[in-house]
């Protein structure tokens, strides 16, 4: 098969109607895979992953060692603390914030040192721990809990082995844009949230 | 099987025709559609396009640290102005102020002009807000608000790097004599602009 011929049948696969994953919670694979996906299909935590795996490309490598432990293991005890309360938290204002913060770090390449970036990493991971822990609904709690501390942890990890190979000023330059992206969506975001009450109609 | 006889070719243009497409009836709505709806939206206004277009190309004849400094900066504060758009604060003037950042920014380019990097950085910021605030209060009323800023964000980001792919042009004597005359075509589309306005009003 020629590279032009796979090329062609890539994109027509892309264009192949499929199922629309919108931040659902899909049970067909079981808890584990339902709470893996939950992260990765839930914008504004990935967009603080990715501006936080920017930033801290930036930093020293001890200090990105230590955020990928923080996000693992503040996303499982977050998860487990508000499954095990019921609690409701409201994720959205938090997130839009570290948004901006890691979004605005990544942009301007501010070295900073790990014991601010370890905490940001730590806030960032509860709120996904949060959301994950509120979405458990009728599934096995383990599986889903498990599955959605794995993927933030590894969503963040591979984008740090990707970006860590970004070696030319323009790759920089392109992250830093992304990171500068995600501070604007982050701005946006906080904003609807705020003004939720007084635009009911286009913020919902 | 290598694509190089006519047959193969209009086998695959039938079975893209074939593929079965979402019907977009009520078009604009949802996450989605508020992406796609946001993210057209500096792609179909030549004023924006023109002026995005030129953020790049002037941050390219600047250098370093234009180059990267105003394209981060112009989605900050037009997310800034995008808010204030959607929650109705008022800018008058916005489109002449729009069509202003062409004439401005492509006059720029034209003469290729050294400014101060605060200097260019205030006047990017003054029209990334005024851009803003359009794409957020023409915000179609059933998009999803969230999608359709990080839609023109996306978007407008594209639109910066092109900006800086032609810029890098100047480094051809040929090339940025061609960019220069862009940016005063891009100028003088701007006059176009306001003088559209004046005769509105």
């Not at chain 1, 996906?37 to 504004?44: G, I, K, Q």
Request: hydrophobic share 60%; with cysteine; charged share 5%.
């Amino acid at each position: 098969m020629s590279l032009r011929l796979l090329i062609v049948l890539v994109i027509l696969s892309c264009l192949a109607p499929s199922g629309a994953d919108a931040h659902m919670v899909w049970a067909g694979g079981g808890a584990f895979w339902a709470g893996f996906l939950h992260p990765l299909t839930s914008l504004d935590e990935v967009c603080f992953l990715v501006a936080l795996s920017i930033w801290s490309t930036f930093n020293e490598p001890s200090t990105r060692v230590w955020v990928l432990g923080t996000i693992g293991a503040v996303t499982t005890v977050a998860a487990v603390i508000l499954w095990w309360s019921g609690q409701e938290l409201s994720t959205i204002p938090a997130m839009a914030t570290l948004m901006i913060v890691t979004g605005l770090g990544g942009a301007t390449r501010l070295k900073v040192q790990s014991a601010i970036l370890v905490p940001l990493a730590a806030i960032g991971a509860w709120f996904i721990g949060s959301e994950t822990g509120q979405a458990v609904g009728g599934l096995s709690p383990i599986g889903f809990i498990v599955g959605a501390s794995l993927s933030p942890t590894m969503l963040f990890l591979y984008l740090l082995m990707g970006l860590e190979r970004l070696n030319s000023d323009w790759q920089s330059i392109a992250s830093r844009a992304v990171a500068s992206w995600i501070a604007a969506i982050g701005i946006m975001m906080l904003t609807f949230e705020l003004a939720r009450h007084r635009l009911p109609m286009q913020l919902h | 099987m290598k694509i190089t006889s006519i047959l193969p070719r209009v086998v695959l243009a039938i079975l893209f025709w074939l593929v079965a497409r979402p019907a977009f009836a009520h078009i604009g709505s949802g996450f989605g559609g508020g992406f796609f709806s946001g993210f057209s939206h500096p792609l179909l206004g030549p004023d924006h396009l023109l002026a995005m277009v030129s953020v790049g190309i002037w941050g390219a004849e600047l250098g370093a640290p234009a180059i990267w400094v105003l394209p981060i900066t112009f989605p900050l504060i037009m997310a800034i102005g995008g808010a204030a758009g959607i929650v109705g604060m008022p800018l008058p003037g916005t489109e002449i102020i729009i069509a202003l950042s062409v004439i401005v920014l492509g006059g720029m380019v034209a003469m290729a002009a050294r400014l101060n990097l605060v200097l260019a950085l205030v006047i990017v910021g003054v029209f990334a807000f005024a851009h803003g605030h359009a794409h957020g209060a023409e915000m179609p009323a059933s998009a999803d608000a969230l999608a359709f800023s990080v839609g023109f964000v996306i978007a407008t980001g594209m639109l910066h790097a092109l900006g800086i792919a032609i810029g890098l042009l100047i480094k051809w004597p040929v090339g940025f004599g061609a960019v220069r005359a862009m940016g005063g075509l891009a100028a003088l589309f701007g006059l176009y602009l306001i003088a559209e306005h004046v005769i509105d009003l």
